[in-house]
């Protein structure tokens, strides 16, 4: 079980550092509250809006977990502005949203989202993800 629990403690490779996404505190609240336990950093913010400031000054972001529909800018209009940035573009994106809509899921998996979770989300859920996108 030493996959991710030495991830910073021997001071080899940084701690991955997640930024979260959702208008809803209590979706934002449980999601970082996974990751966190994963040993991941996190900085969680309430829309797309603000999750663009902070990727203009935060450049170690190692993945975005953004939900799909927020107020101003949706989880897919966030993942369109990242993989239009070079400076983004390489940052994977996860969708996550509690409707099971074909269509949506695979529009964002073609506009380069990495995956696309389901609400609610489980630990089980991040684990397999991050062991997957943050190798």
């Given amino acids: 079980m ?33 990751l966190r336990s994963s040993q991941f950093r996190v900085t969680a913010v309430d829309s797309g809006k603000r999750a663009l400031e902070l990727l203009g000054t935060e450049p170690n972001v190692s993945m975005i977990i953004t939900d799909y529909w927020m107020p101003e800018m949706t989880g897919y ?28 899921i695979n529009r964002c998996l073609e506009e380069g989202a990495e995956d696309f979770l389901l609400k609610p989300v489980r630990p089980v859920d991040v684990s397999r993800l991050c062991s997957r996108v943050l190798r």
């Fill in 2 to 34: 030493a996959s991710r629990k030495g991830l910073g403690g021997e001071g080899s490779a940084p701690v991955p550092h997640v930024l979260a996404v959702d208008d809803s505190s209590v979706d934002r609240a449980v999601i970082a509250g996974i």
């Fill in 77 to 104: 209009e966030l993942l369109k502005k990242v993989k239009e940035s070079s400076r983004l573009k390489e940052i994977p994106v996860v969708i996550m949203s509690s409707e099971n809509v074909p269509t949506r």
